[in-house]
């Protein structure tokens, strides 16, 4: 007989304790498989209390509904130092515990079980104790009555140590032999303190339910969903608000009433209109969401029009601008002479020359000869290229007046870069003049020159132009509505932490890869294995063993990066080396591990894996390796998130750096920045309708000296960058709040927004009344069946577990099977 059941079995908890909660419980028990009694929490001792829902109220629906399975809920409200204390046994808490959890079900014996919910469980390092703590609660249960049920509250995990939330001592594929039943709790992506978005987005929920189908048994699973949304209020920060974080919890029925224009920002009562509003339907992540109180909004795509190095990106269906690196923006006012680096008038020695350049050899001079109609005070501006770290320096004179043009910071962004740059201001009288190259070091490029009226440059990061254009609405009355006090105008920007200056960055996808000007294998063999040839920069690995290095001797304090992979037939040791330093991941000694000539100087325990030869290009594990020199100390790091693994003191070294491998390995990404340096991706300016412009997001540092033309920042000591500031720099999406713009509905305004940094995203731009305007998202019975139908058809899991019972639609019900005929 077909199990018309098999995949649909629904798990609810009694949190809320609403009379919607009990509603659901008198209506639609016959629709409820299990249920968590959210009542029993366990201290530190390992004591456990009653403090949450009455047992005297559940009772009531436990003799009404005896098909449920009944469980008491354990929990430590999310405090780590109790999941700790358990897990260590310290003082014998888990002997307590676990006499506790006896004693509770000895209480209570129409229970079918219990339901234990332990959260913030920490790292890796905590994966062995946190599974004996598991399997002793199993076992304990089970000596207990054979026939009581164990199930286990899971945080979401995409994969091993995969966890966005910390939660890292899980393993599903431990566990699975501990428990009857697992809820995994997949819900809480989105919360308070985040950015706004989906409770439980698509992606996660696919990372989660591909790993967890996999390493344990599907039929035992429930696929945790959210029963409430969050409300984000946009409109100013949560300090001037009043609040800790931005949202605030609503459930279904909350989220309903924002949209009949029940609700405003000032306490629900006048001046606020009240505004009912429409709800947008994300067919991918299968939500509903909605912008209370907001009059426009837009998308970085949206812009009128935006300049380059600005560039239009795409990232989880979010449209973006950003630029990944700074152009140089120059201006000449009039120009009244434009000569070209080209077909000098004369030269001596080894000189090369081209339509468009002269290139100087050692001991060698060019000449250019140019007039001026009129006498006066004039600007010169030249145009030069310095190719390489060694090829830095170039003397220009022009009519007996010299200057030196040089560059020795390693990170200054104009390298390899035509650029111009300022000879400074002359008095030329009408006639003839000259201008000289000569000096330097052989192998500058100059490009040419220019007489004007006034010259200056500056790096620019470019800048947007929007259009607000606020729209009338009608209120629940269907009256127009207006602002009380005007607009605000909100920018979703994401910034990122500092990383240091950048000197090189390469990802092997140029057309010409590893051109000999620029690299040389100092052993071994290296080439460049490519996606397609078709494509504009195509994916790219380097492959090989050996040393290839950058051609330049001079390296001494470097920062430097790269991220590597094992073949089946790799092995060994694979990294960066900087002279005699060799920083590796270590795959026979799953080490990583710092050398100097053949000395071990430090290392840390980690562990990696080989690719199989059938996936080493398509889909690559790939490790980041990482070491910063500064003098006779070099940090280590490693991991996607650059964790700081070690640090070690080492005798004077420089020379050659690059990448470095005993075996063969392949890498998609080696980049070199500055030892001391650091480019923040932080700060931008807004220029408003009334003119006014505003700078957002630059971080306060102390201990570091700033370099102003390019926004970079160099500490003065040894220390690590976070140690500069106070502030932590989210890698979420925040929020930036203008002042309050007298603005009138139907009109069409102009805002601007400046990158002062790299690596910044524009986001969004939401226009809202100034007394409040929100980001909604919420679950409806829409949103709940799709999620179950995947988890019945897609996964062939047990069913959902809901958290937590009279948030939800009420529909939802109708919706789903009865549990019993």
Request: hydrophobic share 35%; proline share 5%; aromatic share 14%.
């Amino acid at each position: 007989m077909r199990d018309y059941l098999k995949g649909k079995r629904c798990m609810v908890w009694s949190f809320m304790g609403n009379s919607r909660m009990y509603q659901a419980l008198r209506d639609y028990g016959d629709r409820l498989d299990t249920v968590g009694i959210f009542t029993f929490e366990v201290d530190a001792s390992g004591a456990i209390t009653e403090t949450g829902t009455s047992i005297s109220t559940m009772l009531p629906y436990i003799n009404k509904w005896p098909h449920i399975e009944w469980l008491l809920t354990i929990m430590n409200h999310g405090t780590a130092s109790i999941f700790t204390a358990l897990r260590n046994n310290t003082g014998g808490a888990k002997d307590k515990f676990l006499s506790e959890i006896v004693r509770i079900m000895g209480k209570y014996p129409w229970c079918a079980g219990v339901d234990i919910d332990l959260e913030r469980g920490g790292g890796y390092e905590n994966r062995s104790a946190a599974n004996a703590l598991f399997r002793d609660i199993y076992r304990t249960v089970k000596a207990y009555n054979p026939a009581k049920l164990v199930n286990i509250c899971l945080p979401g995990m995409t994969g091993v140590q995969g966890s966005v939330g910390g939660e890292n001592w899980c393993v599903y594929a431990d566990l699975d032999a501990y428990c009857d039943t697992a809820s995994i709790m997949s819900y809480g992506m989105a919360w308070a303190g985040s950015a706004p978005g989906p409770v439980s987005p698509r992606s996660w929920l696919e990372g989660i339910y591909n790993y967890a189908a996999q390493a344990m048994n599907p039929e035992k699973l429930f696929m945790g969903l959210p029963g409430y949304g969050w409300n984000w209020q946009i409109y100013d920060t949560p300090e001037n608000l009043g609040k800790t974080y931005r949202g605030t919890s609503n459930t279904y029925y909350a989220a309903k009433l924002w949209m009949t224009g029940g609700y405003n920002f000032t306490d629900d009562k006048p001046p606020q209109p009240f505004i009912p509003i429409v709800a947008y339907w994300d067919d991918y992540d299968k939500v509903p969401w909605a912008l209370p109180q907001v009059y426009d909004y837009m998308e970085g795509q949206d812009a009128v029009s935006y300049e380059y190095p600005l560039l239009s990106g795409t990232y989880n269906r979010r449209h973006y601008l950003t630029a990944y690196g700074k152009e140089q923006k120059a201006s000449f006012g009039t120009v009244y002479l434009d000569r070209g680096g080209g077909t000098p008038d004369s030269y001596s020695g080894v000189v090369s020359v081209s339509d468009y350049m002269t290139v100087l050899g050692e001991g060698s001079s060019a000449v250019f000869r140019f007039s001026i109609a009129s006498a006066g005070s004039y600007d010169i501006a030249v145009r030069l290229c310095f190719p390489f770290w060694d090829k830095n320096a170039l003397r220009v004179t022009v009519d007996g007046s010299a200057k030196t043009f040089s560059e020795s910071r390693l990170w200054w962004p104009y390298w390899r870069r035509t650029c111009w740059l300022s000879f400074g201001r002359m008095n030329l009288s009408a006639g003839t003049h000259t201008l000289t190259i000569n000096g330097g070091v052989p192998g500058v490029q100059f490009y040419g020159f220019r007489v004007c009226s006034s010259f200056s440059e500056a790096p620019s990061a470019g800048e947007v132009s929007f259009m607000l254009s606020p729209r009338q609405f009608l209120d629940v009355d269907g009256n127009p509505a207006t602002p009380d006090k005007g607009f605000k105008l909100t920018c979703e920007m994401l910034r990122r932490k500092p990383d240091s200056a950048l000197v090189w960055y390469e990802d092997f996808r140029d057309e010409n890869p590893l051109p000999e000007s620029f690299w040389t294998t100092l052993s071994g063999k290296w080439s460049v294995w490519r996606e397609g040839y078709f494509e504009s920069r195509p994916y790219s690995l380097l492959e090989g063993s050996g040393k290839l290095a950058w051609k330049y001797e001079g390296f001494s304090d470097l920062h430097i990066r790269a991220r590597v992979g094992f073949p089946q037939n790799g092995g060994g040791r694979a990294g960066i080396f900087l002279g005699n330093l060799f920083c590796c991941l270590n795959f026979d000694t799953q080490r990583v591990e710092l050398y100097q000539g053949s000395s071990l100087l430090g290392s840390y325990a980690a562990a990696f894996s080989k690719t199989p030869a059938s996936a080493i290009h398509s889909a690559p594990t790939l490790y980041t390796i990482e070491m910063r020199k500064r003098g006779n100390r070099v940090r280590v790091y490693s991991g996607s998130s650059y964790t700081l693994r070690f640090t070690a003191t080492v005798s004077a070294t420089s020379g050659y750096a690059g990448i470095q491998a005993d075996n063969a390995i392949v890498c998609d990404l080696l980049r070199a920045g500055d030892a001391w340096a650091y480019e923040p991706y932080e700060c931008f300016m807004v220029e408003y309708p009334d003119g006014r412009r505003t700078s957002f997001g630059r971080v306060a540092r102390s201990g570091v000296s700033w370099d102003e033309e390019f926004q970079v920042f160099m500490v003065n000591s040894d220390v690590e960058e976070t140690a500069t500031r106070s502030e932590d720099i989210s890698l979420d999406y925040d929020f930036f709040h203008s002042h309050t713009m007298a603005l009138a509905c139907g009109g069409d305004y102009p805002v601007k927004i400046i990158p002062q940094d790299i690596n910044l995203w524009t986001a969004r731009l939401f226009l809202g009344d100034a007394d409040g305007f929100s980001i909604l998202y919420y679950q409806d019975v829409d949103s709940l069946v799709y999620w179950a139908n995947e988890a019945a058809y897609r996964w062939k899991l047990r069913g959902i577990a809901i958290w937590s019972l009279g948030q939800e639609d009420m529909r939802l019900w109708e919706a789903l099977p009865k549990q019993i005929t």
